[in-house]
């Protein structure tokens, strides 16, 4: 069932892809935000699944390894989602992104690479649940100390 999901998501993200390319060779700044708030939740979805997994009495390996993976790739595409013009300041109403994401951009970056480093090692863990568990907890982490500072309050 879950595989099912997973196999139509794909299939719908390629067939809006195929259609986006269509009309323009780069997105959007509101296609951007809308991608990037996109795969925020959907990595929220592969963080709770691998929670839940986890926890299961038998944790399937190959089952946390895909979730650990994806997010992986996200982590390591996360900056390239921040293009100039696309603060809460830029686009009022429409995103989170504070503009401190712009003016401290390196830091920002840092915190992405962090967060990338940290599901990297996750994806390595997969076979032994306790250590998996821990660093599920580094990982959370370093969701937080990107949003404390790089979310602006209103909105969300
Ligand atoms: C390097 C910084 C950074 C890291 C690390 C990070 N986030 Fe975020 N996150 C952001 C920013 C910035 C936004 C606001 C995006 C927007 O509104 O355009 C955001 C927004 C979100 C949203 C809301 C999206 C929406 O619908 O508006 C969710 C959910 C989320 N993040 C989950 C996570 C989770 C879960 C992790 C860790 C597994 C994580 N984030 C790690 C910076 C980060």
Redesign the pocket.
């Known amino acids: 069932m879950r595989r099912i999901i997973v196999t139509s998501l794909i299939a719908l993200l390629c067939a809006a892809g195929a259609a986006g390319a269509q009309t323009s060779a780069s997105p959007s700044a509101a296609e951007t ?1 809308a991608a ?3 795969a ?2 959907l ?2 979805v ?2 709770s699944t691998m929670n839940a997994a986890a926890a299961s009495p038998t944790p399937e390996p190959r089952q946390l390894s895909f979730s650990a993976q994806a ?1 992986a790739r996200w ?1 390591h595409a ?2 390239g ?2 293009p100039a013009g ?1 603060s ?1 300041t830029d ?1 009022p109403g ?5 503009p401190a ?1 712009w003016a401290n951009r390196a830091d ?2 840092a ?6 480093a940290a ?1 990297d090692k996750l994806g390595e863990l997969t076979e032994d649940t306790e250590a998996f568990k821990a660093q599920l907890a580094v ?2 982490d ?6 404390q500072p ?3 309050r209103s ?2």
Request: aromatic share 12%.
């Open positions: 935000v990037r708030k996109a925020f939740n990595s929220a592969a963080f997010l982590a996360l900056p989602l921040f696309t809460a686009m429409e995103t989170t992104a504070s994401i920002f970056e915190k992405a690479a962090a967060y990338a599901a990982v959370s370093t969701c937080k100390s990107c949003h790089y979310r602006v909105g969300h």
